[in-house]
């Protein structure tokens, strides 16, 4: 049984937008902090941003002021608005609760 669903990755070009979500079930929603990591090339998994069930968000250095995390509790669906995108924020995006992932969406950034 699948627990979370992303959408919304793609290709896009330096200083583009792209947002991705991540839908789950309410019961996972409404007892879970949340998070969004992302894998490059050749690199170890790192965290992106985090929410919790009390929207406290936290934020790698790289993606402060260019990146929001936000919960929509109408949708059980948390997303990741990713603004001013670089080449370097290229990778396969997981949304994450606990120890549980989803199956990933990758985000490409690319002239």
């Known amino acids: 049984q699948v627990q979370l669903v992303e959408s919304g990755g793609g290709l896009v070009q330096p200083g583009g937008s792209l947002r991705l979500s991540c839908a789950t079930s309410?019961?996972?929603?409404?007892?879970?902090?949340m998070g969004w990591y992302r894998q490059a090339p050749g690199k170890e998994r790192e965290m992106v941003a985090t929410i919790t069930r009390d929207h406290r968000r936290n934020y790698a250095d790289p993606v402060k002021g260019r990146f929001t995390i936000s919960r929509d509790s109408a949708k059980n669906t948390v997303h990741l608005q990713m603004n001013s995108l670089k080449p370097e924020d290229t990778g396969v995006y997981y949304c994450?609760?606990?120890?549980?992932w989803g199956q990933g969406t990758l985000v490409t950034v690319s002239s």
């Open positions: 994450n609760y606990a120890s549980v």
């Open positions: 309410a019961r996972i929603f409404t007892n879970y902090n």
